[in-house]
């Protein structure tokens, strides 16, 4: 709505006539490749986490930003190296649920609640602490995976190429 059709809605005015428009731009969302979307959810969850710092113990800021370096590491490393499907899901899942939802529940609380020696304190860290291990792991299987994958490449390049052994030729040549 245009703010003339506000105005005029607010104060009885006739309503411009509507024209009808095409739109051909596509929404920003969907010109995202799948590792640029988990990138900015990152970076939409590292927002959320910076606007709610001053209602956060010191102890999670300090998980949530060592978590948030190491989903950083993850998602470059995939959209360097690519992961598996189940990789991804997980990545997603962390970034879209795993972290958010506590967050917001942990939020939601009385400010007593919060406080850096509170029990929601210190189950969320654990929590958090969890979520971290698995970020770790996850990292560690997705560059084992491009090892083993280079490793692969290797071995059927040194088949296809390299000198067969001279005591399987015939004649020994």
């Known amino acids: 709505m245009t703010f003339g059709r506000f105005v005029n809605s607010l104060f009885g005015g006739p309503a411009p006539e509507a024209t009808p428009t095409v739109v051909d731009d596509v929404p920003a969302a969907a010109t995202l490749t799948e590792d640029e979307q988990t990138a900015k959810a990152l970076d939409d969850l590292r927002s959320t ?3 709610a710092g001053r ?3 010191t102890v999670l800021l300090s998980r949530l930003g060592q978590i948030d370096d190491l989903l950083r590491d993850v998602v470059a490393t995939i959209a360097a190296q690519g992961a598996s499907t189940e990789q991804r899901v997980l990545l997603e899942a962390m970034v879209r649920d795993y972290i958010p939802t506590p967050l917001h529940a942990f939020l939601a609380l009385p400010e007593r609640d919060r406080a850096d020696d509170s029990a ?3 189950l969320f860290a654990e929590q958090l602490g969890l979520l971290e291990g ?3 792991d996850m990292l560690n299987q997705v560059r084992i995976g491009a090892i083993e994958e280079l490793s692969t490449h290797g ?3 040194a088949d296809k190429f ?3 052994d001279p005591g399987l030729t015939l004649g020994g040549r």
Do not use: S
């Open 49 to 51: 986490v910076r606007r």
């Open 55 to 57: 209602d956060l113990p």
């Open 120 to 122: 929601a304190t210190a």
């Open 134 to 136: 698995t970020v770790r």
């Open 155 to 157: 071995r059927f390049l």
């Open 162 to 164: 390299q000198a067969p």
